[in-house]
Structure formats: structure tokens, C-alpha cells
């Protein structure tokens, strides 16, 4: 993460400027607020989102993430002309520590998350979407990747797609810029579940529900186990698991588990 804990101990009293966040019920909810520029990600949105995301991975009390945009389009990619141009205006949160890679930022939050996605999806928007947990899309959004039409490619897209979808499927959707319906995106597994669009937020809210049942830091454990284990050798990754599981018998959270289990009884949750 690119902030410390003592850096987001606590989100902006004023809020972001580019940014809409509400923390309820142990559900952090971030909805990209820059509708007259679909969504556009500029480098201050980018710091804010940074920001935000650090703190998701910090706080106890949050235990799901949710990623919304306002607007009919989700996210547009990378805000061109702050990229051709440059961007002078002044950050709403402090610089991060290094350079905001959202794929690499998503990866590390080691907490579920879904992505709301109520409209179109453009290059840089995938590296919210192929990265969230869930995805729950409305059958009118879509998903593209027009970088080879404007001279660029999406090389941080094209990593994270190869994590859910064949190496020549992946290239296909960098080299042809063609445009997926949800449809076809479900069926890649680039979304996970494809609703009417007056039914996204009820099939979110479901799926939060369900989720809460579960612990919050067994399911920390396995995200972040996901994670590291893709970068360790076959030959060393049972045993990393197996200490995984010594480790997670000592929580709070799995002695709680197997005291409800065995008194019968719904477990209380403390996500520790």
C-alpha cells in the first residue's frame, strides 16, 4: 500500500474530490464521482484512490469493499489530457509513497470486493473491474480496450486479464479493441453476474448479505494466501498453505467459529 496506517487512520473530515465513500455495517462503499468526465482517472482521482484503498486495507472495521461510479458510464480509463498535458492541480490527500498502480493496489487489499458496474467500462476502468472479487454488471454495460486506437496498449490490463481468461483471449482484447458485451464478458469471466440494470444494486446488496455471514478474517487470510502463493515454486506452496492454516486456527475468529459450530449455535464475528 502506498499510505501507512497512522496516514489513513481515518478518511478526510471534508471527503475526496473526485470520490464518494460511506462506511456501513462493516461495508466500505467508494463510488468514482467525476460523471462530466466519465470517470476519468486523473492523478489526483488516482492519489484519492490510493488513499482510499489503503485505508480499506488497513481498517478492522472494514470487511467488504464495494466500487460504484456515478454517471452512466463506470470508468473511462486514464483521463488522456492530464496524460498528454499534465496535470497541475493540487491533491486532495497527501502524495503516495510511490507510483499508483490500481491493478497492484486491488491485489493487496486482501478484503472482497465488488464492483458495481452500471455502465461502460474502458481501458484502465478493467483494472478495477478484472481485479475486484465480484463483479456484478447491468446487461446494458460494456467493456472495451481502445488503447491501440489511440497509439498506446494496456499492458497493466493485459496482466490482470490473463489471471481470469486464456493468454490468446487476453492478447485479442489488446490487439482488436473490440468492444464485449456483458454477455461476453460473463461469459470470459471478466463479471461474475449479469442483472438487469434496475437490479444491480439489489444483487450487490444480496451478495454483501451473504458475505456477512462468513469470517471476515478467514476470508482475509485466503485473499491474501491467493495472492502470495502465486509467486512461491509448486514444490514450496503446500507447505506455505499448511502454515497458513496453523495460523488462521489461532485467530479470534476460527475459535469462534468452531465454538458456534459445535455449540450449535450462529457464530459472532469479530474480524480477528
Not at 90 to 95: D, F, N, Q
Not at 126 to 134: D, E, G, I, R
Not at 149 to 155: A, D, Q, S, V
Request: proline share 7%; aromatic share 8%.
Amino acid at each position: 500500500m502506498l499510505y501507512t496506517p497512522d496516514q489513513t487512520a481515518q478518511l478526510p473530515v471534508e471527503g475526496f474530490r473526485y470520490l464518494l465513500t460511506s462506511l456501513n455495517d462493516h461495508v466500505l462503499t467508494i463510488t468514482l464521482n467525476r460523471p462530466d468526465k466519465k470517470n476519468a482517472l486523473n492523478p489526483p482521482m488516482l492519489a484519492e484512490l490510493a488513499f482510499v484503498l489503503s485505508y480499506a486495507h488497513h481498517t478492522s472495521d472494514v470487511w467488504l469493499v464495494v466500487l460504484a461510479a456515478a454517471g452512466n458510464t463506470f470508468c473511462a480509463g486514464m483521463d488522456l489530457k492530464s496524460l498528454s498535458a499534465g496535470d497541475n492541480e493540487t491533491a486532495s490527500v497527501p502524495e503516495p509513497a510511490g507510483p499508483v498502480r490500481l491493478g497492484e493496489l486491488m491485489a493487496g487489499l486482501h478484503k472482497p470486493s465488488i464492483a458495481c458496474v452500471q455502465g461502460p467500462v474502458y481501458a484502465g476502468g478493467f483494472l478495477l473491474v478484472a481485479t475486484s472479487t465480484y463483479v456484478v454488471a447491468a446487461d446494458s454495460a460494456t467493456f472495451s480496450l481502445p488503447e491501440v486506437k489511440r497509439g498506446l496498449f494496456p499492458f497493466q490490463v493485459m496482466a490482470v486479464l490473463l489471471n481470469i481468461m486464456p493468454a490468446r483471449t487476453a492478447l485479442d482484447l489488446c490487439l482488436r479493441a473490440k468492444t464485449l458485451s456483458a454477455s461476453d464478458a460473463l461469459a470470459l469471466g471478466l463479471v461474475t453476474d449479469r442483472v438487469p440494470a434496475d437490479a444491480v444494486s439489489d444483487t450487490v446488496n444480496s451478495l454483501l448479505d451473504e458475505l456477512k455471514q462468513f469470517s471476515p478474517t478467514a476470508m482475509q487470510f485466503g485473499l491474501r494466501a491467493f495472492q502470495q502463493v502465486k509467486d512461491l515454486p509448486s514444490s514450496e506452496q503446500q507447505a506455505f498453505l499448511y502454515d497458513q492454516f496453523t495460523k488462521i486456527q489461532q485467530t479470534t475468529d476460527a475459535q469462534e467459529g468452531m465454538a458456534a459450530f459445535l455449540e450449535k449455535r450462529p457464530p459472532k464475528w469479530s474480524g480477528s
